[in-house]
């Protein structure tokens, strides 16, 4: 797998990229962020973008909202809930926010990166950092690449990289945020960290096929018993039913289905576009009247 992913990540540096009018939205993964299905992509939604997102499957469910605050700095707020996380009954009720800001833009040789920080503000249940690439290599295929930390770090993990600058990224401690709230930055990019690629192929102007190697092992679920992933290979169908609603069918974890619905809407944009009414007469002062 890592060498498929190598292969994939040469592919991303190295393929001649596209003129700005021949790329497509990208979808937004299960997380409500730019991304395949679970993992993120270096995609960045227009300026002003307003996007929400729902999504449902292996037993929690997720509602995003995210703002893209500046054309490279994006936000977004969570709210979610995981079935049965302390026993039975016993569910779940998460807030987390993210941030990701895109480092470069795609070029005609050169794939767009963004570092993204996930669940900050949590429980650090979701708890991840992320480096990531994204290229176009046709009017209709990008490829995905990426290292992840924390729970991105899950599945595959091998020791950090960037151990080399200190060893205090060497061990990454379990978070202590309680009930969230608080900046957990101590931890970030700490530990083991593991390699994440996918592939997005739009099949058409409306359907786009996603398939991804996941490095989230779902670790604090498995050992509740929630789930139980029997492979790292998740894939999906998102179709867009209008300019601004998606709506995906995701398969992950090998034996998990689930569903996940967007709407996007820019304040640039209204819906209704300029209208062609005539422009109002112009006013001029008022004459007195004998």
Same mark, same amino acid.
């Given at each position: 797998m890592r060498a498929a992913f190598l292969a994939c990540s040469l592919l991303v540096f190295a393929s001649p990229g596209l003129s700005a009018d021949l790329a497509w939205p990208g979808a937004l993964s299960t997380y409500g962020t730019p991304? +395949?299905?679970?993992?993120? *992509?270096?995609?960045?939604?227009?300026?002003?973008?307003?996007?929400?997102? +729902?999504?449902?499957?292996?037993?929690?469910?997720?509602?995003? #909202?995210? #703002?893209?605050?500046?054309?490279?700095l994006s936000g977004s707020f969570r709210y979610s809930k995981i079935d049965d996380y302390s026993g039975a009954g016993g569910d779940l009720y998460d807030r987390s926010f993210d941030f990701r800001y895109t480092l470069m833009e795609e070029t005609d040789r050169l794939p767009a990166i963004a570092l993204g920080l996930q669940d900050v503000l949590g429980t650090g249940v979701f708890s991840s950092e992320y480096l990531v690439a994204t290229k176009s290599v046709t009017p209709r295929l990008q490829l995905t690449g990426g290292i992840g930390w924390g729970r991105m770090a899950s599945r595959g993990g091998f020791d950090n990289p960037l151990g080399v600058i200190s060893s205090a990224f060497d061990a990454r401690t379990a978070n202590d945020t309680g009930l969230g709230g608080k900046l957990s930055g101590k931890e970030w990019f700490r530990g083991d960290a593991a390699l994440f690629a996918g592939v997005a192929w739009r099949a058409s102007d409306r359907l786009t096929v996603e398939a991804e190697y996941s490095s989230d092992a779902y670790d604090n679920e498995q050992s509740?018993?929630?789930?139980?992933?029997? *492979?790292? &290979?998740?894939?999906? &169908?998102?179709?867009?039913?209008?300019?601004?609603?998606? &709506?995906?069918l995701t398969h992950r974890?090998?034996?998990?289905?689930? &569903?996940l619905f967007s709407t996007r809407f820019n304040p640039k944009r209204p819906p209704g576009g300029a209208t062609r009414d005539a422009a109002p007469p112009a006013l001029f002062a008022r004459s007195d009247i004998e």
């Open positions: 991304g +395949l299905i679970d993992m993120p *992509s270096a995609i960045s939604q227009e300026d002003a973008e307003v996007a929400t997102t +729902l999504s449902f499957g292996a037993g929690q469910t997720k509602a995003t #909202f995210t #703002f893209q605050v500046m054309p490279r509740r018993g929630l789930v139980d992933p029997t *492979s790292p &290979l998740n894939f999906g &169908l998102t179709y867009r039913v209008t300019d601004a609603i998606d &709506l995906s974890l090998g034996n998990e289905t689930g &569903l």
